[in-house]
């Protein structure tokens, strides 16, 4: 059974940065696509960066560029998104997901992914 469990998340004040975990078990995340997305209310959930098996990083959103960055650690089985620069424009619930199948390339779209974790709330005052 794999399992994915976000922390990190809180309040955080424009031009602060956080760093959000995603934690895995029941599957490596190195032979596993995987990615962050993020949903502000009523809004459509959005992918931010997804890392490929091998490693390949993409950004999705022009506004994250440069400011997010998206890793993984081998030896601790866990993702993270580095958050730098906040506006209050990046509050929204932040969900780490992984693709069902072995070594994806990550995928944009949020129904290529099979397995997600619970969701952390980012507020983000200005």
């Known amino acids: 059974q794999v399992q994915l469990v976000e922390s990190g998340g809180g309040l955080a004040q424009a031009g602060g940065s956080l760093r959000l975990s995603c934690a895995a078990s029941?599957?490596?995340?190195?032979?596993?696509?995987m990615a962050w997305f993020r949903q502000a209310p009523g809004q459509e959930r959005e992918l931010v960066a997804s890392?490929?098996?091998?490693?390949?990083?993409?950004y999705n959103i022009d506004s994250v560029k440069g400011r997010f960055t998206i890793s993984r650690d081998g030896a601790k089985n866990t993702m993270y998104l580095r958050i730098n620069s906040l506006p209050p424009e990046d509050t929204a619930v932040y969900y780490c997901?992984?693709?069902?199948?072995?070594?994806?390339?990550?995928?944009?779209?949020?129904?290529?992914?099979?397995?997600w974790g619970q969701g952390t709330q980012v507020t983000v005052s200005s």
């Open positions: 997901a992984g693709e069902r199948g072995y070594y994806g390339m990550g995928s944009s779209r949020p129904n290529d992914y099979y397995y």
């Open positions: 890392i490929a098996w091998s490693g390949v990083i993409t």
């Open positions: 029941g599957r490596t995340l190195n032979t596993t696509a």
